[in-house]
């Protein structure tokens, strides 16, 4: 029994738009203002990153019609170069690209979470704190992990339907917010849009590998964009939806992360948001009062809940993918005799995120899976090119308009995202291309010990 096209335009886009709004934008403007000094050129930073993001959403789009399979660069690069570099992507799913913003986005609605409810506790006159001991934290963030990871396992379409009601939840509250936040910010205080801010040393001039590091953080709030692709055995004529998915799901998420980004630098004066992560919660209060930001920041929380679901959601896609080329153990592939399910695969991405959550921090998460994440994206849209190049006659039921200009704009700013990060974060970015290399002697085990031999590269 295998995967069942049960999924639709609707849901496929909602799944990319609920993969890329969670923790990273209401974490990562404050942090990006402390790189970058300059508000200004923060802004402009989110416009080129959604640029990434589309001209890589639609070089995905061409590949993904090629090979409409569940499982994203996985089965590209399987088709393209072969066994090893598709293993080395599954791992890096498996270890990091998943798991981890699980948890991070877990981490950060429990924090979400106990701010509505210090605030609320504050407006009645006490100050006592709903979660304060740290492990409480962690035991609450796994518990949601659990319960959303079970939610997926009872039913494609049960899971589905859930995670379009939580995305257009998220979409109706960053619009509100948006929306809000314009009529009641003081534009009088639009320099605050384009103000510098002096770094710890004094100066506010532009540092470019810092500056390509900002860009590096912002594109954690973009990974998703790519989302469709890992579902794509589940979406009902996928030549025709994939490509309208991917490009429709990114640009909305663009477009409202530059809303949500001039809302956050015209509420407060830089100083307060720069270094600092609930930015979401820091703006909400002021523009809309103590009692008004209750609302936004418990809808933040309900905002990363929707994040949570779609990563568990499209995450153990890969690994079934994986599994059935015999390139991961056997049971990943088992689909639920009557749920329809990958079950083991889910249960898996639960286990390991659940890891992260009592391991990690949402600083140290964050870093470590900036870096990890552009890895293979890049080397999937390099094969494109290459496909191209080597096999014209191939079917292509939608071409990346603007080639070879498109693909050229992606990997150009994602390898200097990759410099930018080896120079700056050099521990981090180092130890997340140690869990790559890593990934090689496994796969060398893996083939030794496996009774089928992978090593025929599946042709494209």
């Known amino acids: 029994m295998g995967l069942q096209r049960q999924l639709g335009v609707f849901t496929a886009t909602m799944v990319v738009v609920a993969s890329m709004i969670g923790t990273g934008i209401f974490l990562t403007t404050g942090i990006v203002l402390e790189m970058a000094h300059n508000a200004l050129l923060v802004m402009i930073l989110w416009v080129v990153a959604g640029l990434v993001a589309l001209t890589g959403a639609l070089s995905y789009a061409e590949l993904a019609t090629m090979w409409p399979e569940a499982g994203g660069e996985y089965v590209y690069l399987k088709k393209t170069f072969g066994y090893l570099p598709s293993f080395l992507t599954g791992w890096i799913s498996l270890m990091v690209g998943f798991s981890a913003p699980v948890a991070l986005s877990a981490i950060a609605f429990v924090e979400y979470i106990n701010r509505f409810w210090q605030n609320v506790m504050v407006a009645e006159g006490s100050a006592m704190p709903l979660l304060p001991d740290l492990w409480w934290q962690k035991g609450v963030a796994t518990v949601i992990v659990v319960l959303l990871g079970l939610l997926h396992i009872w039913g494609v379409r049960i899971g589905g339907n859930v995670q379009n009601v939580l995305t257009v939840i998220k979409i109706g509250i960053v619009v509100a917010f948006i929306g809000w936040g314009v009529l009641m910010a003081d534009w009088s205080s639009s320099g605050r849009l384009i103000a510098e801010y002096a770094a710890a040393d004094g100066s506010a001039r532009v540092d470019i590998p810092l500056t390509g590091l900002a860009l590096l953080v912002i594109m954690f709030s973009f990974s998703g964009w790519n989302g469709a692709t890992y579902i794509a055995g589940e979406i009902r004529d996928p030549e025709r939806n994939l490509p309208r998915a991917l490009f429709w799901g990114t640009l909305l998420t663009t477009l409202l992360y530059l809303g949500l980004n001039v809302v956050f630098l015209i509420s407060v004066p830089g100083q307060n948001l720069i270094g600092q992560e609930p930015v979401g919660a820091i703006a909400a209060r002021s ?39 015999r390139q991961m153990f056997g049971p990943l592939a088992k689909i639920h005799p009557r749920l329809g399910t990958p079950y083991i695969a889910i249960y898996v991405q639960m286990f390991l995120a659940v890891v992260y959550v009592l391991l990690g921090s949402a600083q140290t998460l964050l870093e470590y899976i900036g870096f990890a994440l552009v890895v293979f994206p890049l080397l999937t849209v390099i094969g494109l090119m290459y496909l191209r190049r080597r096999h014209p006659e191939l079917r292509r039921p939608y071409r990346v308009p603007a080639y070879p200009w498109m693909p050229l704009v992606y990997i150009v700013l994602s390898a200097g995202m990759m410099v930018a990060g080896l120079l700056t974060w050099a521990t981090t970015s180092l130890f997340a291309l140690g869990v790559i290399l890593a990934g090689v002697p496994v796969y060398y085990l893996w083939r030794r010990f496996s009774p089928h031999d992978p090593d025929a590269r599946t042709q494209p």
């Open 287 to 325: 523009l809309f009062g103590l009692e008004a930001s209750h609302f936004f920041t418990l809808g933040i929380a309900l905002i990363l809940l929707s994040s949570i679901s779609a990563q568990l959601m499209v995450g153990p896609r890969v690994y079934y993918a994986m599994a059935v080329d």
